[in-house]
């Protein structure tokens, strides 16, 4: 947006002074060289510089040229800046010669966004390895157009004092380049060379001779941990079988699948499959990683991504990446050209990003460490992304997106909403925008709450400082409720629906609130107003943002054994085959799978009702028709059923009907239960019952949304909820939702699981003070 002010009696002349005023992501992104650059090619003079707020620029000169430099400022962005909104006014034209850029001031009160890491770009990966560079084969090297923000920074403005490189004065050559404004690295602060830089180790070595070392120590079987930008990584080659189990047992990672990083797209290829859109998002400067059709003849132990027909693979994005992957100079190293890569930590546990941990923690996980001395000051995990018609589908929004704000489109007081227990951020709002955290993790260990701890004190400090209220999600047992709990003081304290904030928390990101919507909210687990544990809910919202209506949800079923029943799909089947009525016939694979001591503890729990909850849980039917099929009876992380489930759904286009019963915003589930007992026992392909399964449950959506929608006027569903990481439901439901004349809101921004629960839960908190305010 883009509004200007006059004076009255403004001069008629052709000579105009004007001041701009950007908000958005404009600092640590090169625009104050940028708008110098722009300026003095325009021949104007006058002045940049930024405050905690904003850029602000005043130009003076021909007007014809000062109307030029507007256009060209938001027309040629620099290439990580987002300019959310542009504010100009005339002012008194004054006696000057020149384009300065002035130096940062405070704003009391008001803060700029604050930029996310990353990738280091071409332009500085060519001098990495030019030998006539002097910042040839420098593990820091970095401009203004790339490197590390979000984890360096200590403060707010974004300048070099209030960043972890304050501790590195920069060399005389270093710092003609950061105050030359034709320079690439002008006003750059994380910038420094061999001189004045930073130092990479290995043990007693240093500089090549670590990197050398490290490659020598991958060569032979060792699991390495490699510093990055946001924390330690553990490393070893994906071919070892040795290396690899020894890292899934160090790690304690069950047979979740580990992350490949690879040399370049031409090494990718060698492991999965790579579209055009999927190229473009593993190549973008955020460099996330990307899940993937894996390759049959991928060159990975079985151990790397077990039974998994995904992969997932990212580029390398600091300088320390790409010099692991290249020959050192004099040395008989020899060189990967790709690698395991997964965080530096016990499953469950917070990566390790500080000394103290390098000494107390990597011990036990790793067998050597590639470090440095640039301190990290906000851990980052690694982002993880599908791709959907283009665009990103966040899984895990970390490093290269976070904290990019979300606008949401008023100002609303400071709330700090701190998410869910599972695949934890938390939400800070400040002004009109909402600044969600990096991937915390799983609210399971002390050393996760310290993480978080630690982490809300860090955001909040560069945001809008201490709170006005706070909001956590309604489950009683939540370790993050509790905190807040005990945090909050005489402050306001908003008890928020689980799928409530899945819903708000699509509308937020695509700045729609106050916009009537049904919502479809799958997912494993959310506590529901009645005490049952939700998780297949149609959710009606009208303007009133801040409330909902339960219009459907899928038929109760008993959750037997609680975590129990999620760890071992078969339990889900053979409770769903109970609520339908069928008989557990020992021909059916989740009877098969089970011991009779196990079906009989189940049968007793079943009749007595000890230790079962009611369940209306999409992600706990995705388990159960998994079982069911014979594809997974007992998993070893969270979703692999599902995941699996997915996989196998065959393409073909002739299916077997299968039909789940709609019938006042009931979904019951009994008829495609009997269909799909009744196909296995026909020798249906397990790959088509999955297909017919999958679209099954996108006709029921279809249908009761059409009735919700009908009966209340709305014509905007949206689809939310961790079991919408299935791309082909996702697809399916959408499809059947736009045939029926539905505007359809995906998640673009933040992810549909529960890393994106802490959004919705502040956009509600927000609502509902602004609420209390009329």
């Not at 043990?203 to 924390?231: F, T, Y």
């Not at 026909?682 to 017919?692: E, Y």
Request: one cysteine or more; charged letters at 20%; hydrophobic letters at 40%.
């Amino acid at each position: 947006m883009t509004t200007t002010v006059r004076p009255a009696g403004s001069p008629g002349d052709n000579t105009e002074r004007r001041r701009f005023t950007l908000t958005g992501v404009v600092q640590g992104v090169g625009f104050r060289p940028f708008v110098y650059r722009v300026a003095t090619e325009l021949g104007l003079v006058g002045l940049v510089g930024n405050d905690s707020l904003s850029v602000f620029a005043e130009v003076q000169g021909p007007v014809g040229a000062i109307e030029r430099f507007a256009r060209r400022l938001v027309e040629e962005l620099p290439p990580l800046a987002e300019v959310s909104e542009v504010r100009t006014e005339v002012i008194p034209v004054v006696c000057e010669d020149a384009f300065v850029i002035v130096a940062s001031r405070g704003v009391e009160g008001a803060k700029t966004p604050i930029p996310p890491d990353i990738a280091v770009c071409a332009d500085c990966v060519g001098e990495l390895f030019d030998p006539a560079d002097r910042r040839y084969r420098h593990p820091f090297i970095t401009c203004t157009n790339c490197g590390p923000r979000f984890t360096i920074i200590r403060a707010l403005p974004y300048d070099r004092p209030a960043t972890t490189m304050a501790d590195f004065p920069l060399c005389a050559r270093c710092a003609a380049e950061y105050e030359d404004p034709a320079d690439r690295r002008f006003h750059a602060q994380p910038v420094a060379c061999p001189e004045c830089g930073p130092t990479l180790r290995f043990g007693a070595d240093s500089g090549d001779e670590a990197v050398a070392a490290a490659q020598h120590a991958l060569a032979e079987g060792k699991i390495v941990a490699v510093k990055g930008i946001g924390g330690y990584h553990l490393a070893c080659l994906p071919g070892r079988e040795d290396a690899v189990a020894s890292l899934r047992r160090r790690k304690a990672r069950g047979g979740k699948p580990f992350a490949v990083m690879v040399r370049d797209l031409a090494v990718a290829r060698r492991f999965v499959h790579i579209d055009v859109a999927e190229e473009t998002v593993l190549t973008s400067p955020a460099r996330p990683v990307v899940l993937l059709g894996r390759r049959d003849d991928a060159p990975v132990v079985d151990g790397v991504a077990p039974g998994s027909p995904w992969l997932g693979v990212m580029l390398p994005y600091s300088p320390i990446h790409h010099l692991l992957f290249a020959p050192v100079p004099g040395a008989a190293a020899p060189v990967p050209d790709a690698l395991v890569l997964t965080s530096a930590n016990l499953s469950d546990e917070p990566i390790c990003f500080t000394d103290d941990d390098e000494a107390a923690r990597l011990p036990r996980l790793a067998d050597a460490v590639l470090t440095h001395d640039r301190p990290i000051h906000v851990p980052c995990d690694d982002s993880v992304v599908r791709v959907l018609d283009g665009h990103e589908l966040p899984i895990r929004r970390s490093r290269g997106y976070a904290p990019l704000p979300v606008d949401l489109g008023r100002e609303v007081p400071a709330v700090l909403a701190v998410g869910g227990e599972l695949k934890n951020t938390f939400c800070v709002t400040d002004g009109h925008r909402a600044y969600c955290s990096a991937h915390i993790g799983d609210m399971g260990t002390w050393e996760t709450l310290q993480a978080f701890e630690r982490s809300v004190g860090q955001l909040t400090g560069m945001r809008a400082g201490e709170p006005e209220r706070l909001a956590a999600d309604l489950h009683p047992s939540y370790l993050t409720r509790s905190w807040a709990e005990r945090t909050v003081g005489d402050r306001p304290l908003d008890l928020v629906q689980h799928h409530h904030a899945h819903v708000v928390s699509l509308l937020a990101e695509h700045g729609r609130l106050g916009d009537p919507i049904v919502g479809v909210a799958f997912d494993g687990t959310g506590y529901g107003t009645d005490g049952a544990i939700w998780g297949g809910e149609i959710l009606l919202l009208s303007t009133d943002t801040q409330r909902f209506t339960r219009a459907g949800h899928l038929a109760p079923v008993a959750l037997p054994g609680g975590d129990a029943a999620v760890r071992n799909p078969w339990r889900m089947a053979l409770s769903y085959l109970t609520s339908a009525g069928i008989e557990w016939s020992p021909d059916l694979p989740p009877v098969a799978a089970a011991t009779p001591a196990e079906l009989r503890l189940l049968a007793s729990q079943l009749e007595s009702g000890f230790g079962c909850v009611p369940c209306t849980s999409m992600g706990r039917l995705f388990d159960a028709v998994a079982s069911l099929l014979g594809v997974r009876h007992r998993i070893a992380y969270e979703g692999q059923a599902a995941i699996e489930l997915e996989t196998l759904a065959t393409q073909e286009r002739s299916l077997p009907h299968l039909r789940i019963a709609v019938r006042d915003g009931m979904l019951d589930p009994a008829p495609l239960l009997a269909g799909l007992v009744g196909g296995l026992r026909r020798g249906i392909p397990q790959a088509v019952l999955s297909a017919a399964f999958h679209v099954a449950v996108a006709d029921a959506v279809g249908e009761v949304v059409s009735a919700v929608g009908q009966a209340h006027g709305v014509r905007t569903a949206g689809l939310t909820g961790g079991v919408f990481q299935n791309v082909l439901l996702l697809r399916l439901c959408r499809s059947r939702l736009r045939d029926r004349g539905f505007e359809v809101l995906t998640h673009r921004v933040v992810p549909p699981n529960d890393g994106g629960l802490a959004l919705g839960q502040a956009a509600v908190s927000a609502l509902l003070a602004l609420e209390e305010e009329r």
